[in-house]
């Protein structure tokens, strides 16, 4: 093309045409300089998201979004890695994996994000520590991350500014569910950390963001071959969000229980499980384990030994936290002045959960947003959540302890969780980790 014409780029999308590496390039580079405009780029989704990409133009997209902003530069001695879930309730994985990663000899710059819809957010659960800074400078993350090895703040605008100015206009024009342009969006901003290895945790069930398994293995599939075809490897795991992950939902009781999970304390099977899964195929990209056999009996060890718990102390003090957070969290982390226990209707077992209104339980106690910038209550949550397959009784077995700010909060949360809860026979046992993608087409070229 002579010249650049956002409309003739849109038109050849629109009409079914595979874009060009310089096509796509050109049109990101219109979003970052602001020649493009909010309508064109909500024409521009609508036609991905009607006529779809094919791999190399996702490879192209996700290198034209990264490429937008500042890529970090490292120089470390230790491997680059990072663990991205598609959100769950419940999901504190990302909170446990980073120090323990860091315990093994890997770094982990972690860029994360806040709680979407009725999931949890890392940034969230980390700003429930005092003091915990997730505003991060790009200059002070890199310095933390070469002297810990590990840290983890919250997106900034140098990093794939063209992706946040396009997820804004995705937002607001039923554009969010393209499989193109949530590749494109996670991948970016994680080509732009300069990492060397990534392990998706794409999660499926009522609690997902993609409840249908179909869908999560598309996009499973999709993060793979185009993390791999731009250069960074990437493999993924798809595990079940049918019920919670752990037994808490909210940020200080979810804090509380990675806590018990790094000092190498019993843990809730399916979230230990689940990182020691995600843990063992970091190490094994970054090649510090030669088999996930071999790299989860590291995992175990630096959880048993203390060296975890260690470096996610330090972690906490080099973003602002307490020095002491390790020793006196319970001082530090906030409790709700209403704790009481969600008693179900019958005696039974847990045959079925809505996770999903348990997580709006938890935003209904302010444990979440309802609007972009709310402020939320760090207090609030569910603990000793039940588990599929578990006995519940009106007296001595509840469904969950709730934490709330008011009487009237704790009501109209208790309602939500009682609609949660299928009381019956147990069910059949469910596979945590049901699929491990790797990639099998062959290799793509960089776009030009």
Not at 230 to 254: F, H, S
Not at 376 to 384: D, E, H, K, M, V
Not at 385 to 401: D, I, N
Request: charged content about 20%.
């Amino acid at each position: 093309m002579t010249a650049f014409l956002p409309q003739e780029i849109i038109r050849k999308k629109r009409d079914g045409h595979s874009l060009s590496p310089s096509e796509i390039d050109a049109f990101i580079a219109g979003i970052t300089g602001n020649s493009v405009g909010d309508g064109q780029i909500a024409a521009f989704c609508m036609a991905v998201l009607l006529r779809g990409m094919d791999i190399m133009e996702r490879v192209a997209l996700t290198h034209a979004m990264a490429a937008s902003g500042r890529k970090l530069a490292w120089k470390l001695d230790r491997p680059l890695l990072d663990k991205h879930s598609t959100g769950g309730v419940g999901d504190k994985v990302s909170i446990i994996l980073a120090p323990l990663i860091a315990s093994c000899g890997g770094a982990v710059p972690m860029i994360a994000g806040r709680g979407l819809g009725h999931t949890g957010g890392t940034i969230d659960k980390l700003e429930a520590i005092p003091g915990f800074n997730t505003a991060l400078s790009l200059d002070d993350f890199q310095r933390i991350v070469a002297e810990n090895h590990c840290a983890i703040m919250a997106a900034t605008p140098e990093i794939a500014p063209a992706d946040a100015r396009m997820y804004a206009v995705r937002d607001i024009t039923a554009t969010v569910e393209s499989l193109d342009l949530i590749t494109a969006s996670i991948l970016s901003k994680k080509l732009s950390a300069g990492l060397g290895g990534l392990v998706m945790d794409v999660k499926t069930g009522s609690g997902a963001f993609l409840p249908n398994p179909d869908d999560a293995l598309a996009l499973a599939e999709s993060l793979v071959e185009v993390g791999c075809g731009a250069g960074l490897p990437t493999v993924a795991l798809i595990t079940d969000m049918n019920q919670v992950l752990g037994k808490t939902a909210g940020n200080a009781l979810e804090i509380a229980e990675c806590l018990d999970v790094l000092k190498g304390r019993p843990a809730e099977g399916r979230l230990l499980e689940v990182t020691l899964a995600l843990g063992a195929e970091m190490l094994v990209l970054g090649k510090l384990a030669e088999t996930t056999g071999v790299a989860r009996v590291m995992l175990l060890r630096n959880l048993t030994s203390g060296k975890a718990a260690e470096c996610f102390a330090r972690m906490v003090a080099a973003q602002g936290g307490p020095a002491d957070f390790l020793d006196r969290s319970d001082a530090y982390l906030a409790k709700a002045p209403v704790v009481r226990d969600v008693e179900p209707a019958e005696a039974g077992h847990a045959s079925a959960i809505d996770v999903r209104k348990l997580g709006l339980a938890v935003i209904a106690l302010g444990g979440g947003r309802t609007r972009a910038g709310e402020a939320i209550n760090p207090a609030t949550g569910l603990s000793n959540v039940l588990s599929l397959g578990e006995r519940c009784a009106p007296k001595g077995a509840p469904l969950c302890r709730i934490h709330a700010a008011s009487a009237e909060a704790a009501d109209d949360a208790a309602a939500l969780v009682r609609e949660a809860f299928t009381i019956g026979h147990p069910p059949m046992p469910q596979l945590l980790v049901s699929r491990r993608i790797l990639r099998t087409a062959p290799a793509h070229s960089d776009p030009a």
